[in-house]
């Protein structure tokens, strides 16, 4: 038995479409210069993503918005399902935890590593991960357990030096924005460019172990990592040779992925 945190839409995702315009927002002596109505139902939803839940008044001053502009977009966000309203206060809304959930660096990358990671996690008894780096983070796509094993901590957002974060981090040509690195980094990148695999031993969080390597699309580029998570008694190593398997079959689907793409693009009427 498994299970997934993954969420799946029980529900078709709501319509964006309808009063939101990309015309100027009105302010208290007119149009508010370069800022359109897009920009900020953005700026909103960007600061209830940090606030988690709040009111009008503190949106709106975080926003730099007049509180009437700031009540009407998150009354029309309501409506779409972007945003909840509860006794006068706002959280994020399930509209946007489906589309969020459908983001992917690379086509098919979700859909081919759905039984791949099953598998691993049924193997290992172990939590995996599906993730990424982007802008210096890494991002979780997904993460899959078996049933009697609990996540340590399923947040969606880590540092970049987490193991899926330093394989990745190691491989990538030009090298990623990251920020300050440790004056070992090029020694340790080099490391994991021979070895093929990332560890983190309790760095990034307290009684948690990872073992990550890369996987690479046709053309050797590494679009994402996979994570086995452990107690500091396992070995990383024997854990790291279990996900490369694991990688390879998620490398294959991404491939047959592909060619069906070129398939259905081949298929196509020409122009002209």
């Known amino acids: 038995m498994h299970r997934s945190n993954t969420a799946t839409a029980t529900e078709p995702a709501p319509v964006w479409a309808g ?53 009407r977009l998150l009354d029309q966000l309501a409506e779409l399902g972007a945003v909840e309203r509860s006794a006068g206060r706002y959280r994020i809304g399930p509209g946007m935890f489906r589309l969020g959930h ?5 086509p098919g990358l979700r859909s081919a590593a759905r039984r791949p990671l099953r598998r691993l996690a049924t193997v290992t008894g172990m939590t995996v991960a599906l993730a990424v ?15 009697d094993v609990a996540l340590p901590d399923d947040r969606q957002t880590w540092p970049w030096y987490t193991a899926a974060g330093k394989v990745l981090a ?23 460019r021979e070895c093929g695999a990332a560890y983190d031993r309790e760095e990034v969080l307290e009684g948690v172990c990872c073992a990550a390597v890369p996987i690479r699309a046709a053309n050797g580029v590494p679009v994402a990592a996979l994570s086995v998570l452990t107690d500091p008694d396992h070995r990383l190593e024997r854990l790291a040779d279990a996900a490369r398997r694991a990688a390879s079959a998620v490398a294959a689907g991404l491939g047959r992925s592909a060619q069906r793409h070129i398939g259905r693009q081949g298929d196509a009427p020409s122009a002209g």
Request: hydrophobic residues 40%; contains cysteine; negative net charge.
């Open 19 to 71: 009063p939101l315009t990309t015309a100027p927002l009105p302010g208290p002596d007119g149009p508010l210069a370069g800022r359109s109505v897009l920009e900020g139902a953005f700026a909103l939803l960007n600061a209830l993503r940090q606030e988690e839940d709040a009111g009008v008044t503190r949106l709106a001053s975080a926003c730099g918005l007049p509180k009437t502009t700031a009540y």
């Open 102 to 106: 459908g983001w992917q660096p690379y």
């Open 133 to 147: 780096l982007h802008q210096g983070q890494t991002l979780v796509l997904d993460w899959t357990t078996v049933a």
């Open 170 to 192: 190691a491989s990538a040509r030009p090298g990623p924005p990251l920020g300050p690195l440790p004056r070992t980094w090029p020694e340790e990148a080099g490391r994991i």
